[in-house]
């Protein structure tokens, strides 16, 4: 179930007085460590959480102690890298459309991998509402291509450059329609500038945008709730 404003309690309610006592910001505050720097499977669950800070209702309290509750049983699980596999950066991006059921905005996912681990992912709301599925995508592919040109740069000042293009698989087609095509003004004309250098990164050959089916969709577990298989399954991609 997702979590939703309706769950806060009113003002000056018994609900609310009684959460007022509980530690919600402290614990959503260390869980948001935590998904920040070793834990990208919690990343969106506590990106959720984190949403209703200012008035908590015991619907989110419930969730903040699920996402503690699924970190105990699974305290062997990490990311692991492995030397024996090439420095390959490539990363996975997806976005959920109007996902969040209080603004109607969409999530950004993506998630970097190097010798077989992740090394860097994001969850974040969108600024602003996208009028589809593949706008969506669209600014989203835009945050994941920032952050590989940043990781590229990185890689480049510890002694490794990457002279070939960064992978980054994405699962809707017309959005890779969009980045590779700067012609097709009529479905982008009204986005943000901001959005737009991806066809720059494309014909610099820093980035490849790849398409990949769904199901093999690993960033889908940083923009949605899933089945237990389903998040299993993903999460087996970069931790184990």
């Known amino acids: 179930k997702k979590l939703v404003k309706q769950d806060c309690p009113t003002e000056g309610s018994n609900n609310q007085n ?6 919600y910001r402290n ?6 460590y935590s998904a920040i720097w070793t834990r990208p499977d919690i990343a969106y669950a506590v990106s959720a959480c984190s949403r209703y800070l200012e008035n908590p209702g015991i619907n989110h309290w419930n969730a903040a102690k699920r996402i503690l509750r699924y ?5 062997s699980i990490g990311i692991q890298f492995n030397k024996r596999n090439e ?7 997806d976005a959920d459309w109007a996902g969040e059921l209080d ?7 993506y998630i970097f991998m190097l010798a077989g681990g992740a090394i860097s992912w994001k969850v974040k709301a969108q600024p602003t509402v996208a009028l589809s599925s593949a706008e969506a995508e669209y600014m989203a ?20 450059e990457i002279k070939k293009p960064t992978v980054i698989y994405q699962d809707n087609q017309a959005c890779m329609s969009m980045a590779k095509n700067p012609t097709n003004h009529q479905r982008r004309k009204h986005i943000d500038i901001r959005y737009h ?7 610099n050959k820093q980035i490849q945008v790849v398409y990949c089916k769904t199901e093999d969709m ?12 389903k998040f299993e399954r993903h999460r087996s991609a970069f931790m184990n």
């Open 87 to 93: 420095l390959n950066l490539y990363g996975y991006c």
């Open 218 to 229: 690993h960033a889908d577990i940083f923009t949605k709730p899933l089945s237990k298989v």
């Open 18 to 23: 009684e959460m007022k006592k509980k530690p």
């Open 71 to 75: 970190m105990k049983g699974t305290k």
């Open 103 to 109: 603004s109607r905005r969409s999530t950004t996912g």
């Open 27 to 32: 614990l959503v505050g260390s869980l948001l």
């Open 197 to 203: 250098f991806i066809n720059e990164a494309i014909e």
């Open 141 to 160: 592919l835009s945050a994941a291509v920032q952050e590989a040109i940043y990781l590229r740069n990185l890689m480049r000042d510890l002694g490794y």
